[in-house]
């Protein structure tokens, strides 16, 4: 079993910053992806930035240039800094782990980009 708990979410002024951590416990397997994901309310969940199997990294259109993804392996950890955010940023953003044929997912964590 693979757990995924992610932290650093929180309520934000458009134009600032917040840093998501997503750290893996349990029995991981050989990773093949990891990432995260955001769900908007009313909206379908959509890809917000990944590792690929090859080591190289995907990003959606709408936070390219804004957002960093970066990991640490020795930690299966993944992380997100998020600048210059929108108001249209705001989301649950859910970290995910791709390995032995299956996607693990965390549980989410806000964002709320509110003046």
Do not use: H
Not at 39 to 52: C, D, S, Y
Not at 68 to 81: E, F, G, M, P, W
């Amino acid at each position: 079993q693979v757990q995924l708990v992610e932290s650093g979410g929180g309520l934000v002024q458009p134009g600032g910053s917040l840093r998501l951590s997503c750290a893996a416990s349990g029995s991981i397997p050989s990773i093949n992806g990891m990432g995260w994901y955001r769900q908007a309310p009313g909206k379908e969940r959509e890809l917000v930035a990944q590792f690929t199997i090859r080591g190289s990294t995907n990003y959606a259109d709408s936070v390219k240039g804004r957002f960093t993804i970066s990991r640490d392996n020795a930690k299966s950890s993944v992380y997100l800094q998020m600048n210059s955010l929108k108001p249209e940023d705001t989301a649950v953003y859910y970290c995910y782990l791709y390995g032995g044929a299956q996607n693990y997912w965390g549980q989410g964590t806000q964002v709320t980009v509110s003046s």
